[in-house]
């Protein structure tokens, strides 16, 4: 399935939501602080929420849209989750964007 252009554009077109994205770029340089391996695993919501300071709601609708727009996976581990880049919709949406444009 192909990443919706239109979808991936809404999501990015919020400064938080970016930055977001362009944090978990380089998990390990940017969550020094979580202790499993956030290259492997992804980032915990509530590292995420520290690191922009805003609401965990708030951070989780946040991902919630970027998940949507097939930007991030998520992964359930108990009662935490945890968000990574999805690099092959990111490589998606780059050559959509280029082919558009």
């Given at each position: 399935?192909?990443?919706?252009?239109?979808?991936?554009?809404?999501?990015?077109?919020?400064?938080?939501?970016?930055?977001?994205?362009?944090?978990?770029?380089?998990?390990?340089?940017?969550?020094?602080?979580?202790?499993?391996?956030?290259?492997?695993?992804?980032?915990?919501?509530?590292?995420?929420?520290?690191?922009?300071?805003?609401?965990?709601?708030?951070?989780s609708n946040y991902l919630a849209?970027?998940?949507?727009?097939?930007?991030?996976?998520?992964?359930?581990?108990?009662?935490?989750?945890?968000?990574?880049?999805?690099?092959n919709k990111i490589e998606q949406?780059?050559?959509?964007?280029?082919?558009?444009?």
């Amino acid at each position: 399935m192909n990443i919706d252009l239109s979808e991936a554009l809404k999501a990015l077109d919020n400064p938080t939501r970016l930055t977001i994205l362009t944090l978990l770029k380089n998990p390990r340089k940017n969550f020094p602080e979580q202790e499993a391996d956030p290259g492997q695993l992804g980032v915990c919501v509530s590292i995420i929420q520290e690191r922009v300071g805003l609401s965990q709601s708030t951070v989780s609708n946040y991902l919630a849209a970027l998940q949507r727009a097939q930007l991030v996976t998520s992964q359930r581990i108990g009662p935490w989750t945890y968000y990574k880049r999805n690099e092959n919709k990111i490589e998606q949406l780059l050559n959509a964007l280029e082919k558009t444009i």
